[in-house]
């Protein structure tokens, strides 16, 4: 029963979204309608929407709100080791700010801890919900060399 409401209800869906005829047209003869567009103008005060593509370089900032630690997804070597790139995926600022990076090293690791917060001057501050992929490098005290790299956030 329930089946056979759904096809019906489908049927007189696509009976209903029919295109419209003139009047006096024979009902087998297509009419064709054209549409125009007219661009929109975005006001300059809008936050710009990051590209996707490559991560968006940020630097610490500090002194945000309440900052927590924000798993990271990838962690490259740089200038032989010197280095590390860390990747991770994050909002729009003010509302995700990069408070700071704490990397504590020995012999056999070396842990790197993103930390995020909403940036002091951004309360009361909408941000839009969208998800972006950032990235900052850190100076190591010693070459990577062997070191296992390891998230301080999870």
Known sequence: MMTATMVAGCVLFA??????????????TPTHQTVTSTPS??????????????PEPVEP???????RPVPWISATPEAG???LRLV????????RT???VEV???AAEVKATIYEGPARDAQNVACIEIAVQKTTTVTLKA??????VVDGAK
């Open 88 to 95: 991770w995926w994050s909002g729009v600022e003010p509302c």
């Open 41 to 54: 103008m975005t006001p300059s005060t809008t936050p710009s929407i990051p590209s996707p593509g490559s």
């Open 104 to 106: 504590e090293e020995s």
């Open 61 to 67: 900032k500090g002194d945000t709100i309440d900052p």
């Open 143 to 148: 070459p990577l060399g062997d070191r296992k």
């Open 15 to 28: 009976l209903g979204c029919g295109a419209e005829r003139a009047p006096g047209t024979d009902s087998a």
């Open 81 to 83: 080791g010197e280095r």
């Open 98 to 100: 990069l408070d700071r």
